[in-house]
Structure formats: structure tokens, C-alpha cells
């Protein structure tokens, strides 16, 4: 059932242009709660209350807008602003939309992002529907594993705030090559000993899943398992992304 409590003064809002309300209408709850509110509007009165927070928190909100709406925004709003929204969206997420919209309109909107989100997206559409490539996401902690314990919690304060997931941080060699996994309490546990390297700390046994690898082989591994995500390397055994739960099963 749509929430319509708020919808008067929304409307209100969007005629008076009062922009400083809408802003702090989109910021004063959690995302979730401020979609649900915005269910009501039409997709023209959705976007424009959106482009009265900064486009961070814009995709924040348009996450939890139904499926069917996300493409309708996507696909009929000024292609600067929806490229924009794109770029701050999940990998995966805006590969799945992607694959849902006029060829020509996301050929239009692709030119329009920044070439390495760009390379990513055309990357993720190579691999074929129902392979774990064409499931994972390419954000994810990953870490040289010659770092030190205080080395690579100053970097995953860097790369935290664009991850999906960091319940594994995921340890690679020079050549991007998976060599083995830290979990963040791990990591954090290991605050007394902060010069320990993550070669040292890493457990190596870990299960993969091939890039080729179909959904449901991988879906298996991770539901026999309880796995919270599982990584994706290439046949070379770089790795590429990873898969969450969520996502698989």
C-alpha cells in the first residue's frame, strides 16, 4: 500500500520550489523510509524531489524505489543527471538496469559517465546471463598482502564508504592474483600486533568461484558454506569480484 501521509506537502514543496525543504526531507530520514514516501509521486515529482540532495544520497534513495520505477527514471530524465546517478550506484545494480533499457539510451548514457565506471559496466555485460560473472559486483576490499595490519585499515577507511560489503577483505599479490582472505574482525582483533602483514594473517583455504562458473553451482557453494560473499577470479586466478549471498541465492 502506498504511503501517503506525507504527500500534500511534498506537492507543495515541489510547486513552491521550495528547495531547502526538499533537501531536508531527503536527509532527515533513512532512505528506505524517504522512498517509501516518495511511492505516491509520479516519476516526474520523484525525480525532481531527488535532485534537491546531492546525487550521493540520491542514489542512496533510489535504491529502494521499485524495479519498474528505477527504469522509468532512468530511461526519461535529462541523461546528465541520470549518468550521474548511475556512477554512484552499486556495480552490479546499474548493470541489471542497464540491461533493461533501450540500447541506444544506455549507448547515450555511457558516453556520459567517466571512462573507468564506463570500462567496468561494459566489462560486467560481457559475461554470459547465468555466470557468476554476469552476478558479481567488482567493489569489494581488496588488499596487497604485503600490507600491514595499521597499513590496511588506513586503507579501507579510504575505500569503505564505496564498498557494498566488507565482511571479507580480500588479499591479493602484485598481479591481482586472489592469495587469501581476512575478515574485518580479524583485522581489527589484530590492532595489537599492527605491523603483522596480511600474507601472515591471511587464511588461504578459501572457496572461489570461476568467473565462467554458472549461477547455480556458485549459488550451492555459498548456500552449503553460510557464505556472507564468495570471490570470482578468472581462469588465470585473478580476482575479478565477488558474489554476496543476497545476490545468489
Known amino acids: 500500500m502506498i504511503n501517503v501521509l506525507l504527500l500534500p506537502e511534498l506537492r507543495e514543496m515541489l510547486a513552491n520550489n521550495d ?35 546531492d546525487v550521493h544520497r540520491r542514489a542512496e534513495i533510489f535504491q529502494y524505489f521499485d524495479h519498474d520505477r528505477q527504469i ?5 530524465q535529462n541523461p546528465e543527471e541520470v549518468a550521474a546517478l548511475i556512477a554512484e550506484l552499486y556495480a552490479d545494480d546499474r548493470v541489471d538496469l542497464l540491461q533493461e533499457m533501450d ?57 569503505g564508504e564505496n564498498l557494498e560489503t566488507i565482511y571479507y577483505i580480500y588479499v591479493v599479490d602484485d598481479e591481482d592474483k586472489l592469495r587469501g582472505v581476512v575478515s574485518s574482525r580479524q583485522l581489527i582483533s589484530s590492532l595489537g600486533r599492527p605491523y603483522t602483514t596480511l600474507a601472515d594473517l591471511m587464511a588461504t583455504d578459501l572457496l572461489v568461484a570461476l568467473a565462467s562458473e554458472h549461477q547455480e553451482s556458485v549459488a550451492k557453494k555459498v ?27
Open 19 to 53: 528547495v531547502e525543504e526538499l533537501q531536508q526531507f531527503c536527509t532527515a530520514m533513512n532512505p528506505t523510509r524517504t522512498a517509501e514516501f516518495m511511492e505516491g509521486l509520479t516519476p516526474n515529482e520523484a525525480w525532481e524531489v531527488l535532485k534537491a540532495t
Open 72 to 76: 522509468v527514471l532512468l530511461s526519461e
Open 103 to 159: 540500447p541506444a539510451r544506455v549507448e547515450m548514457l555511457l558516453e556520459l559517465l567517466p571512462k573507468s565506471d564506463r570500462r567496468d559496466i561494459q566489462r560486467l555485460q560481457a559475461y554470459p546471463e547465468g555466470t557468476a560473472g554476469s552476478l558479481m559486483t567488482t567493489e569489494m576490499a581488496k588488499l596487497g598482502e604485503q600490507l600491514t595490519v595499521r597499513e590496511a585499515l588506513d586503507e579501507l577507511s579510504h575505500q
Open 223 to 249: 548456500e552449503k558454506l553460510d557464505l556472507l560473499a564468495i570471490p570470482v577470479i578468472d581462469d588465470g586466478g585473478k580476482l575479478v569480484g565477488i558474489i554476496t549471498h543476497d545476490d545468489v541465492i
